[in-house]
């Protein structure tokens, strides 16, 4: 069993920058395929970006070369680097988690662009 604890969400000027974090439990953190997803109002949850076991990191193309997952085994924790926010980045961020068979969904954090 895996527990995801999403933090770091709040409100960015476009153009600005924000940095999601997400916290698991459990002590085989590096044996995980993790990932974001985000669900804008009245749409329905999309990929945002992942990171394999081995680091090999995967973007959905609107946010390629804006956003950077990076994951600290040590941490247990998976983080989202937001640069060159846009309004249509705004969304629920939801962090994943998945071995297996064995998926996991963290709360979710909220993430405005707005000036």
């Known amino acids: 069993q895996v527990q995801l604890v999403e933090s770091g969400g709040g409100l960015v000027q476009p153009g600005g920058s924000l940095t999601l974090s997400c916290a698991a439990s459990?002590?085989?953190?590096?044996?995980?395929?993790m990932a974001w997803y985000r669900q804008a109002p009245g749409k329905e949850r999309e990929f945002v970006a992942s990171?394999?076991?081995?680091?090999?990191?995967f973007y959905t193309d609107s946010v390629k070369g804006r956003f950077t997952i990076s994951r600290h085994n040590g941490e247990n924790t998976v983080n989202l680097q937001m640069n060159s926010a846009k309004p249509e980045d705004t969304a629920v961020y939801y962090c994943?988690?998945?071995?297996?068979?064995?998926?996991?969904w963290g709360q979710g954090t909220q993430v405005t662009v707005s000036s």
């Open positions: 994943y988690a998945q071995r297996t068979t064995s998926r996991y």
């Open positions: 459990g002590s085989i953190f590096n044996s995980y395929f």
């Open positions: 990171i394999s076991t081995g680091g090999i990191t």
